[in-house]
């Protein structure tokens, strides 16, 4: 077992969840507005590719829809907040185990019998219940601010 890893996996956001959180308040700040997935990369200095697969992730897990065409784009797909960042999150990270042996690898020589595995989901399930009492509203409600720095 990686516990090094598992800390950080716990405690850090991969880039495909953090991207997918700065496209949500973006469409939460420029709402009822659509934003192009190019526009948002440019605001950020992302790759619109890889934005690109991170705004298919958010229409596919019901957070965004995405219209096509010349007057298309982004839009959130229920008020901000509707939206748990706890839900996001997980729906994000849905494949990333706290730890190797939370996942399909059971290979590790102490998994039958290693005191690790509680601590570690409870401490990821307390991760999660603190994301749940927040909203994208709540991320999003320096709403003048957010807008300033957002629009250049």
């Known amino acids: 077992m990686r516990i090094v890893n598992a800390k950080y996996h716990l405690m850090q956001l991969d880039k495909f969840t953090d991207y997918a959180l700065r496209v949500l308040i973006t469409l939460a700040i420029k709402a009822p507005a659509r934003v192009p997935t190019s526009e948002i990369a440019g605001i950020f200095g992302l790759s619109e590719n890889h934005l690109s697969k991170v705004a298919t992730h958010l229409v596919r897990e019901g957070f965004v829809i995405s ?86």
């Open 67 to 152: 219209e096509r065409g010349r007057t298309g784009g982004l839009t959130l797909a229920r008020p901000s907040g509707d939206i748990t960042l706890g839900a996001v999150v997980r729906a994000m990270k849905r494949d990333a185990p706290v730890a190797q042996c939370f996942g399909p690898d059971k290979s590790c020589l102490i998994f039958p019998v290693c005191g690790l595995r509680i601590p570690l989901a409870q401490a990821q399930e307390a991760f999660f219940a603190t994301l749940d009492r927040y909203t994208l509203a709540d991320a999003a409600q320096e709403r003048s601010a957010l807008g300033h720095l957002l629009n250049g």
